[in-house]
T-cell receptor, first 106, second 120 residues
Framework: DIQMTQSPSTLSASVGDRVTITCRAS??????LAWYQQKPGKAPNLLIY???TLETGVPSRFSGSGSGTEFTLTISSLQPDDFATYYC????????FGQGTKLEIK | QVQLVESGGGVVQPGRSLRLSCAVS????????IHWVRQAPGKGLEWVSV????????YYADSVKGRFTISRDNSKNTLYLQMNSLRPEDAAVYYC?????????????WGQGTLITVSS
């Protein structure tokens, strides 16, 4: 089974900051990686797929990069609506989610 | 617009069974694979199962294999999850989610979830 490890688990930042979340796979997954945003009490929302492709309707301040085993999600300038929990997901071999990164207001 | 609506959640005793449903609208159900994903209270996301567009291929997480069965009725635009021998660790919000593409794909639309509580 492929394990996904996100870091950090919690991230404190301010509006306007640039933030980066890292996701590591236990083996190579090529670029079969997605990022989701989840707010309390809501379903996850797809942000990025195939490691770097922005889902339709997602603001361009979100970007993804990486391949193989190391990936990043970057938010270029945090907006108030971005404070949420973020999950990476591999879909190279079945499906595995990272444990999540909670983005908090500093 | 695309909608997925889960139902069937509730409180169930350990060892008992429950069937979840996911009714979809706004897209051609019979051409998409659909997943179940769960989230225990205060925890992260866990993929549970997927069924191909035609129902011929099904895959399960090890944690539910042999106890849960995924199925679909394309004539009713509805997905099901039959959950048997429920355990306390199965307690979670269960989401159905649409596969974005046909192979090796992320999940682009999700339902609002239905809560399962497993308790005596």
């Amino acid at each position: 089974d492929i394990q996904m490890t996100q870091s950090p688990s919690t991230l404190s930042a301010s509006v306007g900051d640039r933030v980066t979340i890292t996701c590591r796979a236990s083996q190579s997954i090529s670029d079969w990686l997605a990022w989701y945003q989840q707010k309390p009490g809501k379903a996850p929302n797809l942000l990025i797929y195939k490691a770097s492709t922005l889902e339709t309707g997602v603001p361009s301040r979100f970007s993804g990069s990486g391949s193989g085993t190391e990936f990043t999600l970057t938010i270029s300038s945090l907006q108030p609506d971005d404070f949420a929990t973020y999950y990476c997901q591999q879909y190279n071999s079945l499906y595995t989610f990272g444990q999540g990164t909670k983005l908090e207001i500093k | 617009q695309v909608q997925l609506v889960e139902s069937g959640g509730g409180v169930v005793q350990p060892g008992r069974s429950l069937r979840l449903s996911c009714a979809v609208s706004g897209f051609t159900f019979s051409t998409y694979a659909i997943h179940w994903v769960r989230q225990a209270p205060g925890k992260g996301l866990e993929w549970v199962s997927v069924i191909s567009y035609d129902g011929m291929n099904k895959y399960y997480a090890d944690s539910v294999k042999g106890r849960f069965t995924i199925s679909r009725d394309n004539s009713k635009n509805t997905l099901y999850l039959q959950m048997n021998s429920l355990r306390p660790e199965d307690a979670a919000v269960y989401y159905c989610a649409r596969a974005k593409g046909s192979y090796r794909t992320s999940f682009d639309y999700w339902g609002q979830g239905t809560l399962i509580t497993v308790s005596s």
